[in-house]
């Protein structure tokens, strides 16, 4: 059974980092893709990145490249978003998510709020 789970939100000052992770099982990181979503408040959920499983490249949104690095971690099956730079405007719940042949998994969401 897949399952993920994510944590690590919090609150921080504008400028400020913030590492989520994501704890993963019942999958392999190469054989999924996997990546991070985020809902801000009276606004659609969204994707920040992507992984694919087979090749293990990225595509970040605009407004997160330079800022945002998603990794992994594959001894503790376990992903992570690197937010640096953090702007207001990042907030919102982010969610990891995994894919594999048209089915989509999701994990709960962690409160990201950055303050001015």
């Known amino acids: 059974e897949v399952q993920l789970q994510a944590f690590g939100g919090g609150l921080v000052q504008a400028g400020g980092s913030l590492r989520l992770s994501c704890a993963a099982s019942?999958?392999?990181?190469?054989?999924?893709?996997i990546g991070w979503f985020r809902q801000a408040p009276g606004k659609e959920r969204g994707g920040v990145v992507c992984?694919?499983?087979?090749?293990?490249?990225?595509h970040y949104t605009d407004s997160v490249k330079g800022r945002f690095t998603i990794s992994i971690d594959n001894v503790h099956n376990t992903m992570y978003l690197q937010m640096n730079s953090l702007k207001p405007e990042d907030t919102a719940v982010y969610y990891c998510?995994?894919?594999?042949?048209?089915?989509?998994?999701w994990g709960q969401g962690t409160q990201v709020t950055v303050s001015s």
């Open positions: 998510a995994a894919a594999y042949l048209r089915t989509n998994y």
């Open positions: 019942g999958f392999s990181f190469d054989d999924y893709a």
């Open positions: 992984r694919s499983g087979d090749s293990g490249d990225t």
